[in-house]
């Protein structure tokens, strides 16, 4: 005679041992060793209505990421719903909470990746220049859907300047360089390309290198010509270890000694940068 299924042994304090640094652990277990997607679910379940709390604590945002990993999309879509209503605290911004952000981009629907993005799409400015939302938007560029791509790299090029500047913009700017949005790839490289001053800020920072090597790269050939040619004296680049670097990037030979070449005879040609 078959025998019943056994119930989890978490089964009916859920909420309480996922709020506690050893429960959390042991609702952890108990969902990677459930029986079957059934069991999983209803574990998971006693969460509903508790999400965005879950999401914040130091020990129930671990319960949640392991119901995205080893739940199906379908059984994990109260989750969704109930951080996207979370607009009073904006979860993305929340050091534990972005971290569910990421898992369920990693691991959900094209649909519930859109509805995500979608109720995000308003804080981009803000989300990126956040020691944690910067993360959740470079996620956004990983897993979005391409029109989602385009339109998120879209918005971070039309606020470049104060992105690039931004230690942690920064880092999203590199990523939208990276993303798969050709169009919006090609309008932000010639924006930041056609800024000189913003050219000169950026090869200061440490990763100011990297950036320009990924806005060459989204360059067109002629663009690419125009701004090694605005550069190419620029004693300013060359005196720091990291704009020593972006000659590299641009495949220049440092300038000699003594150069006639000036920042500021730089700068007024890296204006047409962009548009060659």
């Known amino acids: 005679r078959a025998c019943a299924p056994r119930a989890p042994p978490v089964a009916g304090r859920v909420r309480q041992l996922a709020w506690e640094a050893e429960g959390c652990r042991e609702v952890q277990h108990a969902l990677e060793m459930a029986e079957d997607d059934l069991t ?17 604590s130091p020990y129930a945002n671990f319960v949640l990421q392991k119901c995205v990993t080893t739940l199906r999309p379908e059984a994990f879509q109260f989750i969704v719903d109930e951080l996207v209503a979370d607009e009073e605290h904006v979860p993305a911004k929340h050091k534990f909470a972005c971290r569910v952000y990421q898992r369920l981009m990693e691991h959900g629907s094209p649909a519930q990746t859109e509805m995500l993005v979608g109720g995000l799409f308003k804080h981009i400015l803000e989300l990126s220049r956040h020691p944690f939302g910067n993360y959740v938007v470079q996620h956004m560029l990983v897993h979005g859907s391409p029109s ?25 700017v590199r990523a939208a360089l990276a993303a798969r949005a050709e169009a919006g790839k090609a309008l932000l490289a010639q924006k930041i390309a056609s800024d000189a001053s913003l050219v000169l800020d950026i090869a200061s920072a440490r990763q100011g290198h990297t950036t320009i090597r990924l806005v060459v790269d989204a360059l067109e050939v002629p663009e690419r010509r125009a701004l090694a040619r605005a550069f190419e004296s620029s ?24 150069s006639a070449g000036s920042t500021s005879a730089s700068s007024s040609r890296a204006g047409v940068a962009g548009g060659a």
């Open 148 to 172: 989602q791509l385009e339109r998120v790299v879209a918005a971070i090029a039309e606020n470049a300047g104060p992105l690039c500047r931004d230690s942690f913009g920064s880092n999203v």
């Open 40 to 56: 999983r679910g209803a574990i998971a379940w006693e969460l509903r209505g508790h999400v965005a709390e879950a999401a914040r």
């Open 235 to 258: 004693t300013t680049l060359a005196s720091s270890k990291y704009g020593r670097a972006v000659f590299h990037s641009l495949g220049l030979c440092l300038p000699r000694k003594g």
